[in-house]
């Protein structure tokens, strides 16, 4: 079923070999992934199968009107370990074009990503959080990543991925490939100060919280690698990348949460390694992921561009997650938020992020110590005949809400960071510290 890479052809093709008229679709329907009648006739790229891409190879990509844009790459920045034909690609490209366009001369990236038919494209969401991104929230938009051009690509009728849908109806998720043209960003690595890297962390909760409070998405996959750089006037902003995996808030109940279990493992919550989690994903699970993010990289990084040496950090078997399964991770996460007096293993550059840490791991540890007693009182209600005790689930009873981690996080090494939008601004003059 899966091929083997297949080497580009020496005149280097485009993405799709032999583009055809039908792919060329206008930029609404491109966004939303809609069955446009012409595919019925059109071939579509070969199933399951990724070219070699390989530097200075040329690339035609469908764009408006019926017209094509070629991009030029100059390197393959990212491969996801995923199936082949269902991971990601990220490619650095240069516009290949007669000098006029508007890409021209602009640091783009190529990303490439095989999602199911059905799934919400980020230009989607990120078109709805630039519409709700007005005057005294504009900010938000120095914080997300800005997607130039969006294009799907069908499977054609005569593929095996066809076939099976045939087969399995319902149960068998038909795929697209989806590519997209984004201004190219700076990874983490890229910062110098450990100041840096806690502005780039707080202002990537602010833009969650942006996103999840307004135009209600949530974004699923914290990651170190989601989160990037944007360099603007001199100054540093973290923004919160790749909302591939996002789903609107209102969906969030929706459908077996264990076939769409998402994010990357080191840094995924501990309850979605469980194999009974049934979801829905919160909020919360993201902030847990943000924990993890920081705590693996000031246990293994000396400086953001460094590795640590091992004997420097007692945080070094941190490495291990990497390379674990659901059950060992469950365990680890479990034994850090569940332990009473834990202290991370910090590396000195990074030593102001250890109060970071304890801070939130504090309210981690009491959020699930509380949601313990509440399953406790519910089955002793359940078992009486009473009346079931409530709980907030979004923030572990108040203990891990948005409002604890910013008030964390809004200040580092006894400097006040940047707090970026107005209605932050305010809460925190009326919160208390932890
Ligand atoms: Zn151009």
């Known amino acids: 079923m899966i091929k083997q890479m297949r080497a580009l052809p020496p005149e280097g093709l485009g993405i799709v070999p032999n583009l055809d008229a039908t792919f060329m679709k206008d930029r609404k329907s491109l966004c939303s992934a809609e069955e446009m009648p012409q595919y019925a006739a059109a071939d579509g790229p070969p199933s399951n199968e990724i070219f070699e891409w390989s530097e200075g190879s040329l ?10 844009r070629t991009v030029r790459v100059k390197r393959v920045l990212f491969r996801s370990n995923g199936i082949i034909g269902r991971g990601t690609i990220v490619m650095r490209v240069a516009c290949h074009c007669d000098g006029k366009c508007d890409w021209c001369g602009k640091k783009l990236i190529l990303k490439l990503s095989f999602p199911a038919k059905t799934r919400v494209s980020e230009q989607t969401f990120m078109d709805r959080c630039r519409e709700l991104a007005q005057g005294d929230h504009a900010w938000v938009l120095n914080h997300l990543p800005h997607i130039y051009w969006t294009f799907d690509i069908q499977y054609s009728k005569s593929t095996p991925q066809a076939n099976f849908k045939k087969k399995f109806k319902d149960d068998y998720e038909m795929r697209l490939m989806r590519g997209s043209i984004q201004e190219e960003l700076r990874p983490l690595s890229s910062l110098t100060t450990a100041t840096g890297c806690a502005q780039v962390f707080y202002d990537v909760v602010q833009c969650h919280h942006r996103a999840w409070k307004y135009p209600q998405i949530l974004h699923r996959d914290i990651s170190q690698g989601n989160i990037l750089v944007r360099e603007k006037n001199g100054e540093i902003y973290g923004v919160l990348n790749d909302w591939d995996l996002a789903i609107w808030l209102n969906d969030q ?9 998402t994010g990357t493992k080191p840094y995924m919550a501990h309850e979605q390694h469980g194999i009974k989690w049934q979801g829905p994903h919160r909020f919360r699970h ?19 561009k460094v590795k640590a040496v091992e004997p420097d950090t007692g945080g070094y078997g941190y490495q291990e997650w990497h390379k674990q399964d659901d059950e060992f991770l469950e365990g680890k996460k479990a034994n850090i938020l ?17 109060l970071w840490l304890t801070d939130l791991h504090r309210g981690l540890r009491r959020g699930f ?12 209600a359940l078992k009486r005949d009473q009346e079931m005790p409530s709980f ?23 400097e006040e960071l940047k707090t970026r939008g107005s209605e932050w601004r305010k809460t925190l003059l009326s919160l208390p510290d932890l």
Do not use: C
């Open 59 to 68: 690339f035609d990509l469908p764009y408006n009107n019926k017209t094509i």
């Open 253 to 261: 109940r929706d459908g077996p949460t264990s076939k769409f279990r």
């Open 286 to 304: 993201d902030l847990e992921s943000v924990f993890y993010v920081i705590l693996l990289l000031v246990s293994l990084y000396s400086s953001p």
């Open 338 to 354: 569940l332990h009473t007096n834990w202290e991370p293993s910090v590396t000195t550059f990074f030593l102001g992020l250890a």
């Open 369 to 380: 110590a509380r949601l313990a007693d509440h399953k406790e009182a519910m089955q002793e």
């Open 392 to 414: 907030d689930y979004d923030t572990l009873d108040n203990h891990f809400s948005y409002e604890k981690v910013v008030s964390v996080m809004h200040r580092y090494d006894d």
